[in-house]
């Protein structure tokens, strides 16, 4: 059987990848429609070489420039993290995904659901700087939070 490939937030297979060196492993992505499904797992922090466990970061400045930014530190990484994600999206092109699936609420990965804490005080929320570039990038792609597969009542 041929599998069609989707990119995926690598914790939701439960890699240890969070900023506090845990997952958020869902069996019914893995195990479930694994069986059908050939994900291709993805960590923006993790891959362009950020520590695990690392400080926590946060979305902060404007919609249009949000920057990556260390809670306690204030350190911006925002760069280090731009420069992975175009050598990513080359690399995810030549893997002709079938699109993606995001974890809920990442600075990275967060699709129009990561706070942006906005220079007045103000907290929106936004997609995740790998996301927004994959969405530019893929925009034909579907894409999903995590939680979207899951109807809440």
């Not at 690392?54 to 920057?67: A, H, I, Q, Y």
Request: aromatic share 12%; glycine share 8%; charged share 25%.
């Amino acid at each position: 059987m041929v599998k069609i490939k989707i990119g995926i937030s690598a914790c939701l297979l439960g890699y240890s990848y969070r900023y506090d060196g845990g997952h958020w492993l869902d069996r019914v992505l893995k195990d479930c429609l694994g069986r059908y499904i050939q994900w291709i797992p993805v960590c923006p922090e993790v891959e362009a070489g950020f520590p695990l466990p690392r400080e926590p970061m946060v979305l902060s400045g404007e919609n249009d420039n949000p920057r990556l930014i260390g809670r306690y530190s204030k350190a911006d990484m925002t760069d280090r993290l731009v420069s992975w994600i175009d050598l990513k999206l080359q690399e995810l092109q030549r893997e002709n995904l079938s699109g993606f699936i995001f974890k809920s609420s990442s600075p990275s990965c967060g699709l129009k659901d990561a706070k942006l804490y906005k220079g007045d005080g103000e907290i929106i929320r936004v997609s995740g700087l790998f996301a927004q570039a994959f969405q530019r990038r893929f925009p034909w792609a579907p894409v999903l939070r995590s939680k979207d597969l899951y109807i809440h009542s």
